[in-house]
């Protein structure tokens, strides 16, 4: 009988020349999670918001990049904000870890550089957490998002930094040398 997965093993044999079942059969073998990302990184490459510039130290290995996240508009304008992003194995059942390597005084990103942004939560009780079906470009977006739209005083992780925002809002002292810590 012949099953699916021998017809693909005897096909990719043909198809490279070796002999299916050979001991360089392994070392070959693509995970899932990197043949999703070559996809979804071309598809983030091409709908990279202006504000965002994504690098790839190892083109290699495009589980690990870099993402700097430029403002043009809001408080932190003019800023130019350094994430780390590394894509687990398990990927896309779990979520991207994403760091913050630029000191900010966000309410949404701790001075350790953890984020609260419910997509990258792998159980959110909203339902907005992360689901097989959301994209690197989801993420990156989002991250696009915590500067804008998405800048959350109500459930801050940074309670200083939201009580900073929220007693100089009410004074009327929001000045820009107060977003960014150095």
């Known amino acids: 009988m012949l099953t699916l997965a021998s017809k693909l093993k005897r096909d990719e044999g043909v198809k490279t020349g070796r002999p299916p079942g050979g001991p360089s059969d392994s ?11 070559i996809k979804e990184v071309a598809e983030l490459e091409a ?13 290699n290995q495009l589980h690990h ?10 408080y932190y304008q003019s800023g130019t904000f350094h994430f780390e992003i ?15 390597q ?14 609260c942004l419910s997509l990258l939560r792998e159980h959110s009780i909203d339902g907005t957490g992360w689901a ?8 990156v977006w989002g991250l696009n998002s915590l500067f804008t739209d998405l800048l959350n005083f109500d459930d801050p992780l940074n309670i200083d930094a939201a009580e ?9 002292k929001i000045s820009p040398d107060k977003v960014l810590t150095v």
Not at 27 to 37: A, G, K, M, N, Y
Not at 47 to 59: G, I, M, V, Y
Not at 65 to 74: C, I, K, M, N, W
Not at 86 to 100: F, L, Q, R, S
């Open 27 to 37: 070392s070959h073998r693509v995970s899932i999670r990197d043949r999703l990302l």
């Open 47 to 59: 709908n990279l918001p202006s504000t965002c510039k994504a690098s790839f130290p190892d083109e």
């Open 65 to 74: 990049f870099q993402l700097a996240v430029s403002p043009d508009e809001g």
């Open 86 to 100: 590394d894509v687990p194995e398990a990927y896309n059942m779990v979520p991207p870890k994403v760091k913050c």
């Open 102 to 115: 630029t000191r900010i005084w966000h309410p949404n990103i701790a001075e350790t550089g953890e984020i």
């Open 132 to 139: 097989p079906t959301r994209t690197l470009k989801d993420v």
């Open 164 to 172: 900073h925002h929220l007693r100089d809002k009410s004074s009327g």
